[in-house]
């Protein structure tokens, strides 16, 4: 049986600009691009990991909204349950807490930046939305 992971993101837009998050040099696909969020924990919703997750990472608030994209991707050894929520920041500013960099971004900048292959597909989705 593959490993199953959990991961939830955040798609926070401000002024037609997204949030999005450079990986630890040290991380597994390290220095790529994605929707900042993590891993969903045992007992945890979606919800409550993204908000948490944003916390830890960036120290930073949030009020998560509807489910936007929702994407599964094999990779070697195993799987990704991805799904993106809209989310609003309500405090705290953006801090490198546990991210390397961020960037806020116009859609049609996104092809500019390398994010792991789930984000690529959720990517797609965002923009054909």
């Known amino acids: 049986m593959r490993r199953k992971i ?44 993204l908000a948490r997750e944003l916390l830890e990472e960036m120290g930073v608030g949030v009020v998560v909204a509807d489910r936007v994209i929702h994407v599964e991707h094999a990779y070697e050894g195993y799987d990704i349950d991805f799904c993106v929520y809209r989310c609003r920041l309500v405090s705290g500013e953006v801090r490198h807490t546990r991210i390397h960099d961020h960037r806020w971004v116009r859609p049609d900048e996104l092809d500019q930046y390398e994010f792991p292959p789930a984000d690529e597909k959720s990517i797609a989705q965002l923009l054909g939305l």
Not at 30 to 41: D, I, K, N, Q, T
């Open 6 to 49: 959990r991961v939830v993101g955040a798609m926070i837009e401000q002024d037609g600009r997204y949030l999005i998050t450079q990986r630890s040099p040290r991380a597994s696909l390290p220095l790529l691009w994605e929707f900042p969020g993590g891993r969903v924990e045992a007992g945890e919703t979606d919800q409550a990991a």
